[in-house]
């Protein structure tokens, strides 16, 4: 196929009905967001490129292997965004929220864009949703943010979803743990390539997915032996506040995350259907991002959930029933004259908020009966000419085959009612 007619690598249309799934899983992530009381904020899909540069931190893969950037006719150089959060801290400091009431409570959705190497699970375009409290440092927040979104799991019925947990200090006490983390990894036999990532960032070290490296790191220091008196009480009462709520997690303390701005708690959500891509979402405390980008000093904390890999993971435990989208009402003409009355039908159920739809391109009765049974229809409006005639139309219960009259004018108060006792009748079994 021309190279023109195919999605660019790494990149992939969602299409019905997997695009509805899409739509509801994203919907309902937001939905629990809110329910926390945070407000949607939207930001540009590309930002000047400094920011990310300063805010993800250069060190980082995705700024050193994975932006999108560009420069623009007038000269700019932007980048289409690779996260969220440096967005949103921009746009908080723009706005002056954070003179106001605090904590700034915020949750985005929207598409993000990375250079890497396409897989299962990963790839160049890709959805997150995201939640962020800022200008607090609260442990109440962490734990908030992180019941949130394990609750948002549960809710989409997965049970294969763990909780990995660890503080990573900040500034009072990391320094003292990256001294002996860095003592550490040179004893180490590592290559080139990982020998300067131990100058620039020995933590991300820790991440290392190799094998060979990976044998090497479990006798490393690990954070939780360095943490101050306050690191350790805000730790604490993080793990206090998950356990009352019911949340288990795996204390993981050679966990940190791959952008450069995190300090205290940091978490991710992993599943174990999905392979070498397996978390579902990850986030934590950002107490540095705000001066890094040129802000004052402000406490953070939020997460970012990946829905494509949310919904992978929904599939992996079998939780997507193979269903078409489907509406309640499905008109079928059986003829020319009756198309103009059945479209009008439609249209009256639509306004009344029926879901509904319409067999079109005058298909004859058994193309348009097949048409109703494909739209997943409850009811079907059979509409010919002779039941016209008499100013009604047939309405059949696609379940049953059962047909009875009703008056044209009627016909929106039955469907309404039929599809009511049906709803009910489904509910009491
Ligand atoms: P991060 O901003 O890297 O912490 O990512 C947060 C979540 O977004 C991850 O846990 C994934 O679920 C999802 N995610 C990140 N990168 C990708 C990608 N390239 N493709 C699909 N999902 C991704």
Request: aromatic share 6%; net charge negative.
């Amino acid at each position: 196929m021309a190279e023109n007619l195919r999605a660019p690598k790494g990149t992939f249309d969602l299409l019905p009905p997997q695009g509805d799934v899409f739509l509801r899983v994203r919907e309902l992530m937001g939905q629990y967001a809110q329910r926390a009381g945070y407000g949607y904020i939207e930001t540009p899909t590309f930002e000047d490129t400094s920011l990310f540069v300063r805010g993800v931190g250069e060190s980082t893969d995705v700024v050193a292997k994975e932006m999108y950037s560009f420069t623009s006719k007038g000269d700019d150089q932007l980048t289409l965004r690779p996260e969220g959060t440096a967005s949103v801290m921009r746009a908080i400091l723009e706005h002056g929220l954070h003179k106001g009431a605090l904590p700034v409570k915020l949750w985005y959705s929207g598409s993000f864009y990375r250079y890497e190497r396409p897989q299962a699970g990963r790839y160049r375009h890709f959805s997150q949703v995201g939640a962020e409290a800022v200008g607090s440092d609260d442990p109440t927040l962490d734990a908030e943010l992180i019941i949130t979104a394990m609750d948002i799991f549960s809710s989409l019925g997965l049970q294969r979803v763990s909780l990995l947990l660890n503080s990573l200090g900040d500034h009072t006490d990391r320094p003292a743990y990256r001294d002996a983390l860095v003592a550490f990894l040179d004893t180490l036999d590592l290559d080139e390539a990982t020998r300067e990532r131990v100058k620039l960032n020995p933590l991300r070290v820790l991440d290392d997915k190799r094998a060979d490296v990976k044998e090497q790191l479990v006798n490393a220091p690990v954070m939780a032996d360095f943490l101050s008196e306050a690191n350790q009480e805000h730790y604490d009462t993080v793990r206090s506040l998950l356990r009352t709520a019911g949340v288990e997690w795996i204390e993981s303390p050679h966990l940190v995350r791959g952008l450069d701005y995190y300090t205290r708690t940091a978490f991710e959500f992993v599943h174990d259907g999905l392979g070498s891509q397996s978390a579902v979402g990850g986030g934590g405390r950002y107490d540095g991002l705000a001066s890094s980008i040129g802000g004052p000093d402000i406490a953070a904390v939020g997460w970012a959930l990946g829905v494509d890999r949310t919904i992978l993971a929904m599939q992996a435990e079998g939780l997507l029933k193979e269903s078409a989208s489907s509406v309640d009402v499905f008109a079928v003409p059986i003829g020319a004259e009756c198309a103009a009355v059945a479209f009008d039908l439609v249209t009256q159920l639509r306004r009344a908020g029926v879901s509904a739809d319409l067999a079109v391109d005058g298909r004859g009765l058994k193309g348009a009966m097949k048409a109703a049974d494909r739209s997943g229809a409850t009811l079907a409006l059979v509409i010919g000419e002779r039941d016209l005639a008499d100013g009604s139309v047939q309405l059949k219960t696609m379940e049953t085959g059962e047909q009875v009259s009703v008056p044209l004018a009627q016909v929106v108060s039955d469907v309404i009612n039929t599809l009511k006792l049906s709803k009910d009748g489904r509910n009491q079994q």
